[in-house]
């Protein structure tokens, strides 16, 4: 009980190094991951290529799926380009056996393990350094060497339980069954932990120790490789059905590579034991197993990805025929903080926002430009106008609401200064893009009493607006453009003088309405138009503090 208790601390040191690792590497990393989507929307290759980088830092391929599903829930990647980045992560998952062949079992890093975790210690403790994410990866390293080395330590030797030795062989010896049997344990080892790196760490210390032979071993990581699909198949309830689809895609692509190197499982085990020295059939060299697995692992996941990689639009349509489209499933709008288990990235989430914040402004720009058509043009029925205009500003108001919720999830998963600044800028943008709505929304209640009351507007006055409604148009132009590319300082300036001139603007046109009103044109109207210049004006305001942000966003 006391050694099984020593092999349980011993796993849960190595995930807790993992995860510190996991962490100082995501914030060290942070604004280059950001940018990753760019080039995860070019080729197919580039998308294989970014699944395995994003893996190797985030040191779960769990975590890369779940935020390719996050990806596609948001808008932000497509389906097919999400495949490849799935496909890629299965990769990506290998480097951690490697490390853990490389080192775990031929070095000890007890002598070093404690001098590391001093050193990430002194890092994050001596802040002016500003070194806090590379003391995170010192500790997170000797964490887990530590723990590598607790794990080899408390798993006991095999050979001194002969019975139990006897048991194992007699159970690995049934064919097919004992394949089966395996895979399974490798599928739950790895629902278990939550983490696929993890199990193979676990099942490499196992088989170095003796404890089953290296085709055991090898159907243990067939398993994990299953196993690691339900983190995001979990996460995917609730999303959107192209999200639904990458996550049964996963399922499928996994599967299907189990059932290929089903068929030559055997062949293929002795071409690893020809590539790699020493004879893993050989009872005597169970040491040389850790390089078979992870070469078995490796050369596994590689052939699976270049045999499916030419049947992508296969596989989507397979992910189509799992989950239909259903457009009857049209309800509130809702943004899932999708959280992975083991390891979460806020700073990619952040990616998600900016292309909700695009939505956002796209809506506003067809809440202003239907008020606008609706008040120049008397004769079409306002009522309809109106309820549109009201669905619209209901939706804004929800989207600030999960935006906002959004964002504060992803604050409480910790992040760099750099992203929680850019957090608040985020939520600052959508609270102005709410405003802007609200005065859009307000601005069509104007439409409704002109054309209700059928006041009527002085024709030069009108023609005096168009500029005005131009100078607006132009600005929320600038905010789109500026969700999609980044901002840069002459825009700020842009935004600065567009601001000026519709204030000028403004005092202009009120001082006319004015100089109406005491030639006794029609108060109602003139009263109406001024109201009509005050909204606007205001959402010129909300403009240049969402450009203010934007800015600020970009140059953190």
């Known amino acids: 009980m006391y050694q099984v208790v020593l092999i349980f601390g011993s796993i849960g040191l190595f995930l807790y190094g993992m995860n510190t690792l996991s962490e100082g590497l995501r914030r060290a990393a942070g604004e280059r991951l950001q940018s990753v989507l ?13 699944g395995i980088l994003t893996t190797a830092i985030m040191q779960s ?19 097919a380009q999400g495949i490849g980045v799935i496909m890629g992560a299965n990769i990506g998952t290998t480097i951690t056996g490697w490390i853990v062949a490389l080192f775990g079992f031929n070095l000890s890093f007890s002598g070093i393990s404690l001098p590391a975790i001093g050193v990430g210690f002194a890092l994050i403790v001596i802040k002016r350094l500003k070194k806090a994410a590379v003391g995170e990866i010192f500790i997170g390293l000797g964490l ?32 097919l069954l004992s394949y089966l049997f395996f895979i399974l344990v490798g599928m739950l080892l790895t629902i278990i932990v939550q983490s696929s790196s993890a199990s193979m760490a676990i099942n490499l ?37 192209n999200a639904r689809r990458s996550s049964r895609i996963n399922i499928v692509f996994n599967v299907f590579g189990l059932l290929w190197m089903s068929l030559i499982f055997t062949p ?20 040389t197993i850790p390089f078979h697995l992870v070469t078995f692992h490796t050369l596994y996941n590689i052939g ?22 259903d457009d009857s499933l049209i309800g509130p709008y809702k943004l899932k903080y999708i959280r992975a288990t083991m390891h979460d990235s806020p700073e990619l989430y952040l990616l998600t926002v900016k292309r909700e914040l695009f939505k ?29 205009q009201s669905q619209q500003e209901d939706l804004t108001d929800q989207m600030q609401e999960e935006i906002t919720t959004f964002l504060s999830k992803c604050s409480m998963d910790g992040m760099n200064k750099v992203s929680a600044s850019n957090l608040h800028s985020m939520m600052r943008i959508t609270n102005e893009l709410e405003s802007i709505g609200d005065n859009c929304y307000n601005l069509m209640f104007l439409a409704e009493r002109r054309n209700n009351q ?51 603007m403004r005092h202009e046109l009120k001082e006319n309405a004015s100089i109406r009103l005491q030639q006794g044109h029609e108060v109602r109207s003139e009263l109406l138009y001024i109201d009509v210049l005050r909204h606007i004006e205001h959402i010129g305001d909300h403009c240049l503090n969402i450009v203010e942000s934007l800015s600020s966003l970009s140059s953190r």
């Open 38 to 50: 760019n080039f995860m929307t070019g080729s197919r290759f580039a998308a294989i290529l970014t």
């Open 61 to 79: 391929s769990s975590t890369t799926t779940v935020m390719v599903v996050s990806f596609i829930n948001a808008g932000l990647l497509e389906l």
């Open 144 to 175: 887990l060497f530590l723990g590598l080395d607790f794990l080899k330590e408390s798993v006991p030797d095999i050979s001194q339980h002969q019975d139990l030795l006897i048991s194992l062989h007699n159970f690995s010896g049934n064919g």
């Open 205 to 241: 210390a196992m088989a170095y120790s003796g404890w089953y032979d290296f085709p055991t071993a090898a159907a243990i990581v067939l398993g994990g490789n299953v196993g690691t699909t339900v983190t995001a198949y979990l996460a995917s309830f609730g999303t959107t059905v």
């Open 268 to 287: 293929f085990l002795h071409f690893v034991d020809f590539l790699v020295p020493g004879d893993i059939f050989d009872p005597s060299q169970s040491h």
């Open 304 to 325: 699976n990805v270049l045999i499916f990689s030419f049947f992508i639009p296969q596989l989507v349509a397979i992910g189509k025929k799992l989950v239909p489209d």
């Open 360 to 388: 956002m402004a796209d809506i506003t720009d067809e809440m202003f430009v239907r008020f606008w058509n609706t008040f120049t043009h008397p004769e079409i029925p306002v009522d309809e106008q109106l309820e549109i």
């Open 454 to 504: 059928e006041l009527e507007i002085e024709e030069h006055a009108m023609n005096d607006l168009y500029p005005y409604v131009d100078l607006v148009l132009k600005f929320i132009a600038l905010i789109r453009s500026n969700l999609t590319d980044q901002a840069k300082s002459h825009n700020l300036a842009q935004a600065q003088e567009l601001e000026n001139e519709i204030n000028l």
